[in-house]
């Protein structure tokens, strides 16, 4: 009675399956992101952008040129109708906007480098709040709002700075828009990469199958199925007038 050679059960080869016992994850948060640390770290970023701000707008106050009007007694007008000082009160709001972004975002970078979704909305958000705080304490610390009554208190034909203000909103999004793009920068190019898992293999001491199911057959020619069976060696064919045939007869 022969063996059976029907192949022992057992569970198909996963080869991307883990092997068991594999390495932990090198850092806790890895295991999903929107963490609790995460978003801490993210409103903590952008408190930090919104007091900066702070900075921001004491700084434009003291670098923005004035612009000078003058009274006739009767209306207020620019002295130097030709001047550029209002176009430059904006221009300042926007390098300083970019140097601070790019400040902000290389700060972040070094302190953060794995950045993650809830950084970057942090960032964009508190650079964003940081503009608007800027702009804010610079009005506020800057001359008065109230021109006629300025006028009237310096007198007739006497030169006043005028307020403090910015003509074109859109320069608030400077600040944003420079450290988003730098941070991502940044992170793209010297930001951690993700290790990717190699499929375990026979070095992996997992259970190796062949396509027919059946255990792979060791080294030496033997079936591991035993029995009676079992294949023979291969032997090559002998060809007539080859090498390997006995003595011809004359």
């Given at each position: 009675?022969?063996?059976?050679?029907?192949?022992?059960?057992?569970?198909?080869?996963?080869?991307?399956?883990?092997?068991?016992?594999?390495?932990?994850?090198?850092?806790?948060e890895?295991e999903?992101?929107?963490?609790?640390?995460?978003?801490?770290?993210?409103?903590?970023?952008?408190?930090?952008?919104?007091?900066?701000?702070?900075?921001?707008?004491?700084?434009?106050?003291?670098?923005?040129?004035?612009?000078?009007?003058?009274?006739?007694g009767?209306?207020?007008?620019?002295?130097?109708?030709?001047?550029?000082?209002?176009?430059?009160?904006?221009?300042?709001?926007?390098?300083?906007?970019?140097?601070?972004?790019?400040?902000?975002?290389?700060?972040?970078?070094?302190?953060?480098?794995?950045?993650?979704?809830?950084?970057?909305?942090?960032?964009?958000?508190?650079?964003?709040?940081?503009?608007?705080v800027?702009?804010?304490?610079?009005v506020?610390?800057?001359?008065?709002?109230?021109?006629?009554?300025?006028?009237?208190?310096?007198?007739?034909?006497?030169?006043?700075?005028?307020?403090?203000?910015?003509?074109a909103?859109?320069?608030?999004?400077?600040?944003?828009?420079?450290?988003?793009?730098?941070?991502?920068?940044?992170?793209?190019?010297?930001?951690?990469?993700?290790?990717?898992?190699?499929?375990?293999?026979?070095?992996?001491?997992?259970?190796?199958?062949?396509?027919?199911?059946?255990p792979?057959?060791?080294?030496?020619?033997s079936?591991?199925?035993?029995?009676?069976?079992?294949?023979?060696?291969?032997?090559?064919?002998?060809?007539?007038?080859?090498?390997?045939?006995?003595?011809?007869?004359?």
């Amino acid at each position: 009675m022969s063996a059976s050679q029907t192949p022992p059960p057992g569970p198909p080869y996963d080869p991307w399956q883990a092997a068991p016992g594999g390495p932990p994850p090198a850092h806790p948060e890895d295991e999903g992101p929107g963490t609790g640390a995460e978003i801490r770290r993210a409103a903590l970023v952008g408190l930090g952008l919104v007091v900066a701000g702070v900075l921001m707008g004491l700084l434009w106050l003291w670098l923005a040129p004035r612009v000078p009007l003058v009274s006739d007694g009767k209306i207020v007008y620019l002295k130097d109708s030709e001047g550029e000082q209002a176009i430059g009160t904006d221009g300042v709001f926007v390098l300083l906007g970019l140097g601070f972004g790019l400040v902000s975002a290389a700060v972040v970078f070094l302190v953060q480098r794995r950045g993650g979704v809830p950084l970057v909305v942090g960032l964009t958000v508190g650079a964003l709040l940081g503009s608007v705080v800027a702009w804010r304490v610079g009005v506020w610390l800057g001359p008065t709002q109230d021109v006629v009554a300025h006028a009237r208190a310096v007198g007739q034909d006497v030169t006043f700075d005028a307020p403090l203000e910015l003509r074109a909103k859109g320069v608030l999004l400077a600040w944003p828009l420079a450290a988003v793009a730098l941070h991502l920068l940044l992170t793209g190019v010297f930001g951690p990469r993700e290790a990717v898992p190699f499929p375990p293999g026979p070095w992996a001491g997992g259970p190796q199958w062949t396509s027919a199911g059946a255990p792979p057959r060791p080294a030496g020619g033997s079936d591991p199925r035993g029995g009676e069976d079992a294949p023979p060696p291969y032997a090559p064919p002998q060809q007539p007038g080859g090498q390997g045939q006995g003595p011809q007869r004359g």
